[in-house]
């Protein structure tokens, strides 16, 4: 008798759980379950679609039905699972359409439900012009209202991922954009210094942020929203974006008994089967394992759905195949701005018992001779104990993607700074400056490590200046033009020239906090502070790029 596999969600990973099965076992029965009525479409994309970047709906659609039922892949669609016998195996129903209750039996099942949008318990969500952006489906919703006169003004409800790109698409159908976040920050997964090279970025496409507010209600006017009211204000509004984020839909598993875990996603093992044998589950439903930490996490991301599910297509059919985890690699387009990030951030490191140490450089995309060149600042962190690589972090026009890539490559490798440093990587003038911006950040590192120069974060400056500004001085050596721009609030300015013969004017007693624009120069000051027996020096990680702090100009002054 023929095995027969039964998979219930069809967007990404149940889809590519289906044509892997059927490519390592051409006789079995596949059934997929869904109850939209497309499948296997790009929900990364969605996006661009409301943007008009991509055109058409359709080339959205990896696979129809009809391509599925070719290979033998039977499509179910506006079927809803509602119970699943883990006993019995089978699982029961009911078709969206008709009504009608039904029931099959499976030898294998896979569970890819994905991720739910999270919705607030507030007034007003029943309101007109209030959306989502989960299904290509909530995208249909939007591109049917958004792109009319009607709406001028959108407030977008989070500052993650999908509501900083949609913050883009929104922009370039010339609405007139706010962003409210809960948090702190926007886009929390970065660390903070990072966050706000992407806050002023957006802030100058005219794009309106406010953090740290809660929202309290949405208001609106003859069944139509017209106003967000956040715990300090009321913000005027024509569209409602929500997105707070999402959570993995797990009240089927939950039911049959599988084992839910600790991330509140569903616990599966290294070969991506739960806790009852012959049951799978894959994609944004799951949770997994952390690589640099070796702690369960929920990362629902496309790009690991589709890991996954090729994983269980293989296990389905008797294989071995293991998915051991992630480390939270993404990246995401916001304009000409590519934010990337890969392992853990300062705070993560921090919090996971690591001695975090920061290198922050600029990293260009080509010789700096070399016409067409772009920049990204660019993060690497290693632990100090061990100098073992543990994340990084990119953002700005540059080639962030690559900068990523590479270091996620370091990170699977468990690679240290040092031997980060001597990677054999490519170059070419077109391509990248001669020691490339990865291994410029791996040499800092290593500087760091080996006590040439201490490092402090924006952030401890800041703490430094409000808290004790009696028994520190912050040393700008910029140039002229530089600090006339603008320059940290009770600075000394000396430029990198001139330091030599005017290091008198520093108090030595004071512990002295050396900034430029990036880090390059300042650092050359660390060097000849000490030399000249300044004892209490440090560097600002990052400069002026990741001060995001109060500013004065010189200019203004005069």
């Given at each position: 008798?023929?095995?027969?596999l ?16 059927r ?5 079995m ?9 497309e ?22 659609i990896?696979r129809?039905?009809?391509q ?8 179910q ?9 883990t ?14 209750v ?10 890819a439900?994905?991720a739910q ?15 989502y ?16 006169d009607?709406i001028?003004n ?7 991922y999908?509501?900083l790109?949609m ?5 370039q ?9 809960m ?19 957006l ?11 809660p ?10 929203v ?20 999402v ?11 599988l ?14 089967e ?9 994609g ?42 992630v ?46 060149g ?37 990170l ?9 440093s ?8 077109p ?9 410029v ?5 290593l ?6 120069v ?5 952030s401890?400056v ?13 040393l ?33 007693s ?9 880090g ?32 004065v100009?010189d200019?203004?002054?005069?």
């Open positions: 008798m023929k095995k027969r039964l998979v219930i969600g069809g967007v990404a990973a149940g889809p590519k759980a289906a044509a892997k099965a490519r390592c076992d051409p006789e029965e596949i059934v997929v379950y869904q109850e939209e009525e499948i296997s479409y790009a929900g990364c994309g969605l996006p661009y679609y409301v943007s008009g970047v991509v055109k058409e709906r359709r080339e959205l990896s129809t039905a009809g599925f039922a070719q290979d033998g892949i039977r499509i669609k506006h079927r809803r699972i509602e119970e699943i016998d006993e019995k195996r089978t699982v029961s129903g009911r078709d969206l359409e008709s009504g009608e039904f029931t099959d039996r499976f030898d294998r099942l896979v569970l439900t994905g949008p999270i919705r607030p318990k507030i007034e007003g969500l029943d309101l007109r012009n209030v959306f952006l989960r299904s290509i489906f909530d995208a249909d919703a939007i591109v049917d209202r958004i792109r009319s009607e001028r959108a407030v977008i409800v989070g500052g993650g999908i509501g790109e913050a883009e698409s929104l922009v159908l010339s609405k007139k954009v706010t962003i409210v976040e948090a702190p920050q926007i886009l929390t997964l970065f660390d903070q210094d990072f966050a706000e090279i992407l806050r002023r970025y802030e100058n496409k005219g794009v309106r942020i406010f953090t740290s507010e929202i309290r209600a949405l208001k609106g006017r003859e069944g139509k017209t106003h967000l009211q956040t715990a300090t204000q009321e913000i005027e509004t024509d569209a409602v974006l929500m997105g707070l984020g959570r993995p839909q797990v009240e089927l598993a939950r039911k049959a008994g084992r839910i875990g600790e991330t509140g996603a569903i616990w599966v093992n290294e070969r991506m739960t806790s009852v044998e012959g049951i799978y589950a894959a944004d439903c799951a949770e997994t394992t952390h690589l640099i930490t070796g702690k369960k996490v929920w990362v629902p991301l496309g790009s690991t759905a589709n890991k996954q599910g090729r994983v269980v297509g293989i296990n389905v059919c008797g294989g071995e195949a293991t998915f051991p985890g480390m939270g690699t993404t990246i995401f387009k916001v304009f000409d701005f590519n934010a990337a990030k890969t392992g853990l951030g300062m705070r993560e490191a921090e919090k996971e018992g690591f001695h975090p140490v920061q290198a922050i450089v600029r990293g260009y995309s080509r010789a700096h001779y070399y016409p067409g772009k920049e990204s600042t660019l993060k690497v962190i290693a632990d100090r104990e061990t100098g073992r690589i543990l994340g990084a972090q990119a953002i700005g026009e540059g080639p962030s993607d690559k900068f990523i890539d590479v270091l996620a490559m370091a699977h490798g468990r690679m240290t700074c040092r031997e980060l001597n990677v054999d990587l490519a170059y070419a003038p391509y990248s400056p001669a020691l490339s911006p990865v291994i950040a791996a040499n800092v590192l500087n760091k490590l080996e006590g040439r201490e490092g402090i974060q924006a401890e800041k703490e430094r200046l409000e808290k004790a500004k009696e028994k520190v001085q912050v700008d050596v910029r140039e002229k033009e530089e600090v006339e721009e603008k320059r940290i609030p009770g600075s000394v300015w000396i430029p990198l020239g001139d330091l030599k013969k005017r290091i008198d004017e520093l108090d030595k004071k512990e002295t906090l050396v900034h430029c624009e990036s390059l120069r300042s650092y050359k000051a660390c060097l000849r502070l000490q030399h000249a027996g300044v004892e209490n020096v440090k560097n600002v990680d990052g400069g002026m790029l990741c001060w995001c702090y109060d500013v100009s200019e203004k002054k005069r």
